[in-house]
């Protein structure tokens, strides 16, 4: 079910988005947990350190590089796996070659 990963994904990268501008404006733990982690303040905690492995930039564009996956799936100018891979090797495997 790549379409159910990919989804997943989006969803893990709004959320780090969102971390990020929440800890950026300094907005209280409690929101937080609140907004990211649904309650779960441990959950919170990961997220928060997760997105400030990548920058603004990146995150954005690893949510925009789902979008053009799923879009491109959607419309069937390419097969669910190799978009899939596709968007690992460009927006995660990159970004842990330039990190290290």
């Known amino acids: ?12 990268v709004a959320d780090l988005i969102v971390a990020r501008d929440l800890v950026a404006a300094r907005a209280p733990a409690a929101e937080l947990t609140r907004r990211v982690a649904r309650g779960n303040a441990r959950m919170a905690s990961h997220i928060v350190e997760a ?4 920058s603004a930039v990146e995150l954005e564009a690893m949510l925009r590089g789902l979008f053009e996956a799923d879009l491109a799936i959607k419309s ?13 090797g460009e927006h995660l495997l990159a970004t842990r070659r330039t990190s290290g």
């Open 51 to 54: 997105a400030g492995r990548y």
């Open 76 to 88: 069937n100018a390419m097969a669910e796996e190799p978009a899939l891979v596709a968007w690992i």
């Open 1 to 12: 079910p790549v379409l159910r990963i990919m989804a997943a994904l989006a969803g893990r």
